[in-house]
């Protein structure tokens, strides 16, 4: 058995407490006021630093799949590694891939390659206009207007088809409308290409179909303050839908990029004014978004420079979770719902179905996400007051680059657990 002693936090409380881990089982035997030693156990963290339930980003792209096409970005390994060093130890893989997953065989081939990553990678099957539900309970992925990849619509009219066949399904959205992107493709900078009035119009549509298709919705990486009210109306109204924003769309502002190399910033939606980027920190300060997730899309240099829309992401996560606490005043109890427990939630519901197509899947226990008996021994620790600064050489990802290169976090990742084992 392994002991560790730290101040652990959950949704509902942060206390210093003990865990035994269970090394041959990778799951966690006990917590609390176990009554070892200090000089008896396995680890002791002091003040500064938290211990969670393994943190979780529901939506990254690593690139890889049955082309290798892309691996030349990023592969699941060097996206694993990149995560752990954010503190991330489950993340959620996109389908728009050269060969994207969209049935049972092409999805379970690619669940397959995620085996070299050293912490849980899952991955989403993709919805395209031809496309029909798997036969097992796995999480779809809808990009209403074009992305990296074929796998979108040319209007709502071919998606509302397509998600006919999705009803009762995990669907998450990834909000532009296409016919206006079509309309302004042409316009002179990224901005206005794709403006916020397609987020709105593609979120009023998206909450459309949830609703009239019953399907268990998420909107992906939202950045607009006016999207934000048709969500806000949705849910009055008896509405449920889950929602992502992504540490860029909280942290910087279309003023702050423009005065900086702009291409570099690049990512779509594209970083919004400061009306918006204040309004979507608020909405997350208040509870109203489920979860903080990067969108981690990596691109070269070169590709950056030309234009290639995507920011890298998962090795700042932690240290932005830091920030949110140290800087922006977020409780750490916070901060474990949002990015252990829910991300751990929307993990755990699909587990059965991975476990039956992959026996890495097997051993997980009741799942993950939680300070609990039984859940997998999955842990993040944050040193709040051990400052970072984002340095090229430190990054993990293939690419080599972050949108807060340069930039002082107040707290970083101390030690990252999985399975029992630390990383």
Same mark, same amino acid.
């Given at each position: 058995?392994?002991?560790?002693?730290?101040?652990?936090?959950?949704?509902?409380?942060?206390?210093?407490?003990?865990?035994?881990?269970?090394?041959?089982?990778?799951?966690?035997?006990?917590?609390?006021?176990l009554?070892?030693?200090r000089?008896?156990?396995?680890?002791?963290?002091?003040?500064?630093?938290?211990?969670?339930?393994?943190?979780?980003?529901?939506?990254?792209? !690593?690139?890889?799949?049955?082309?290798?096409?892309?691996?030349?970005?990023?592969?699941f390994?060097?996206?694993?590694?990149?995560?752990?060093?954010?503190?991330?130890? =489950?993340?959620?893989?996109?389908?728009?891939?050269?060969?994207?997953?969209?049935?049972?065989?092409?999805?379970?081939?690619?669940?397959?390659?995620?085996?070299?990553?050293?912490?849980?990678?899952?991955?989403?099957?993709?919805?395209?206009?031809?496309?029909?539900?798997?036969?097992?309970?796995?999480?779809y992925?809808?990009?209403?207007?074009?992305?990296?990849?074929?796998?979108?619509?040319?209007?709502?009219? %071919?998606?509302?088809?397509?998600?006919?066949?999705?009803?009762?399904?995990?669907?998450?959205?990834?909000?532009?409308?296409?016919?206006?992107?079509?309309?302004?493709?042409? %316009?002179?900078?990224?901005?206005?290409?794709?403006?916020?009035?397609?987020?709105?119009?593609?979120?009023?549509?998206?909450?459309?179909?949830?609703?009239?298709?019953?399907?268990?919705?998420?909107?992906?990486?939202?950045?607009?303050?006016?999207g934000?009210?048709?969500?806000?109306?949705?849910?009055?109204?008896?509405g449920?839908?889950q929602?992502?924003?992504?540490?860029? =769309? +909280?942290?910087?502002?279309?003023?702050?990029i423009?005065?900086?190399?702009?291409?570099?910033?690049?990512?779509?939606?594209?970083?919004?004014?400061?009306?918006?980027?204040? #309004?979507?920190?608020?909405a997350?300060?208040?509870g109203?978004?489920?979860?903080?997730?990067?969108? =981690? #899309?990596?691109?070269?240099?070169?590709?950056?420079?030309?234009?290639?829309?995507?920011?890298?992401?998962?090795?700042?996560?932690?240290?932005?979770?830091?920030? +949110?606490?140290?800087?922006?005043?977020?409780?750490?109890?916070?901060? !474990?719902?949002?990015?252990?427990?829910?991300?751990?939630?929307?993990?755990?519901?699909?587990?059965?179905?991975?476990?039956?197509?992959?026996?890495?899947?097997?051993?997980?226990?009741?799942?993950?996400?939680?300070?609990?008996?039984?859940?997998?021994?999955?842990?993040?620790?944050?040193?709040?007051?051990?400052?970072?600064t984002?340095?090229?050489?430190?990054?993990?990802?293939?690419?080599? =680059?972050?949108?807060?290169?340069?930039?002082?976090?107040?707290?970083?990742?101390?030690?990252?657990?999985?399975?029992?084992?630390?990383?």
């Amino acid at each position: 058995m392994k002991s560790i002693e730290a101040i652990c936090v959950t949704s509902q409380f942060k206390k210093r407490q003990q865990l035994l881990i269970n090394e041959e089982t990778g799951l966690i035997e006990d917590i609390g006021d176990l009554g070892i030693a200090r000089e008896n156990l396995s680890y002791y963290f002091n003040d500064d630093c938290l211990l969670f339930a393994g943190m979780g980003d529901v939506h990254i792209h !690593a690139r890889e799949d049955l082309s290798q096409k892309n691996c030349y970005k990023e592969t699941f390994h060097s996206a694993s590694e990149a995560a752990v060093n954010g503190g991330v130890i =489950h993340m959620g893989d996109m389908p728009n891939n050269p060969i994207p997953p969209i049935d049972d065989k092409s999805y379970a081939d690619k669940l397959r390659l995620t085996s070299s990553a050293i912490n849980t990678c899952w991955i989403y099957a993709g919805i395209g206009p031809k496309t029909k539900p798997l036969t097992k309970k796995v999480p779809y992925k809808a990009y209403m207007g074009p992305s990296v990849g074929d796998l979108f619509f040319k209007d709502n009219e %071919e998606l509302e088809n397509a998600l006919v066949h999705y009803k009762n399904q995990y669907v998450s959205f990834h909000c532009e409308d296409p016919e206006l992107l079509e309309k302004c493709k042409n %316009e002179s900078t990224h901005f206005s290409r794709r403006p916020v009035e397609a987020e709105v119009l593609a979120t009023n549509e998206a909450l459309k179909l949830i609703k009239e298709h019953h399907l268990v919705g998420k909107l992906c990486h939202f950045s607009s303050r006016e999207g934000l009210d048709a969500i806000r109306e949705f849910r009055k109204n008896g509405g449920i839908v889950q929602v992502e924003v992504t540490p860029q =769309h +909280l942290y910087f502002a279309q003023e702050d990029i423009e005065k900086l190399d702009v291409q570099l910033f690049q990512m779509n939606p594209p970083i919004r004014p400061c009306t918006d980027q204040e #309004a979507m920190l608020a909405a997350f300060k208040n509870g109203e978004i489920d979860f903080l997730a990067t969108d =981690h #899309a990596p691109h070269t240099h070169e590709e950056k420079v030309k234009g290639t829309s995507g920011l890298t992401g998962l090795d700042t996560y932690g240290a932005f979770v830091c920030w +949110l606490i140290n800087e922006q005043n977020l409780k750490p109890e916070f901060m !474990a719902k949002i990015c252990s427990e829910n991300s751990g939630r929307f993990f755990n519901q699909f587990l059965e179905s991975w476990s039956s197509m992959d026996s890495r899947f097997i051993e997980f226990g009741k799942g993950l996400g939680f300070l609990e008996k039984g859940y997998r021994a999955d842990l993040t620790v944050l040193n709040l007051k051990k400052k970072w600064t984002v340095k090229t050489e430190d990054l993990k990802t293939k690419v080599k =680059h972050s949108p807060f290169l340069g930039h002082e976090f107040s707290g970083s990742v101390e030690r990252v657990m999985t399975k029992g084992k630390w990383i």
